[in-house]
C-alpha cells in the first residue's frame, strides 16, 4: 500500500515558521501529486498546498498563499511545507497525501488516495 510520515510539527508563536516534511516508505511517490491538508476537530479536512509530480505547478488555499511554501524532492521521496509569518488560526493537524496522478487534482480530500498519520501545530498568540 505504502505509506506516508510527516515530522517537524510543534508549538510556535505567532509570526514564526515552521517546516514540515513528509518521507513516503514501501512505494515510490515520485511519479504522484502530493499534497498538505490541515485539520481541527469537528471540522472537515483542508487543502493546505499542492504540488504536481515533477514540482513545475502549486496551488495553495487563499489562507496560506504568500506565507507557505510546499517543495517536492522527488530523489529522496520527500515533500515539504514550510510555513512562515504563522497565525493562530493556522493550528491544525497536519497532513501528508499523495494521489495516484501527476496533476495536483482538486482541492477536496477526496481526491487522494494515500494520506499519514499527522503532525501537530499549534501557534499562540
Known amino acids: 500500500q505504502g505509506q506516508l510520515a510527516e515530522s517537524g510539527g510543534g508549538l510556535v508563536q505567532a509570526g514564526g515558521s515552521l517546516r514540515l516534511s513528509c518521507a513516503a516508505f514501501?512505494?515510490?511517490?515520485?511519479?504522484?501529486?502530493k499534497a498538505w491538508f490541515r485539520q481541527v476537530p469537528g471540522n472537515e479536512r483542508e487543502f493546505v498546498a499542492g504540488?504536481?509530480?515533477?514540482?513545475?505547478?502549486?496551488q495553495y488555499s487563499d489562507s496560506v498563499k504568500g506565507r507557505f511554501t510546499i517543495s517536492r524532492d522527488n530523489a529522496r521521496n520527500t515533500v515539504a511545507l514550510q510555513m512562515n509569518s504563522l497565525k493562530p488560526e493556522d493550528t491544525a493537524a497536519y497532513y501528508c497525501?499523495?494521489?495516484?496522478?501527476?496533476?495536483?487534482?482538486?482541492?477536496?480530500?477526496?481526491?487522494?488516495?494515500?494520506w499519514g498519520q499527522g503532525t501537530q501545530v499549534t501557534v499562540s498568540s
Open positions: 514501501e512505494r515510490d511517490f515520485s511519479m504522484r501529486a
Open positions: 497525501a499523495a494521489r495516484d496522478a501527476y496533476t495536483i487534482g482538486t482541492m477536496s480530500f477526496q481526491s487522494y488516495n494515500y
Open positions: 504540488i504536481n509530480w515533477n514540482g513545475g505547478m502549486t
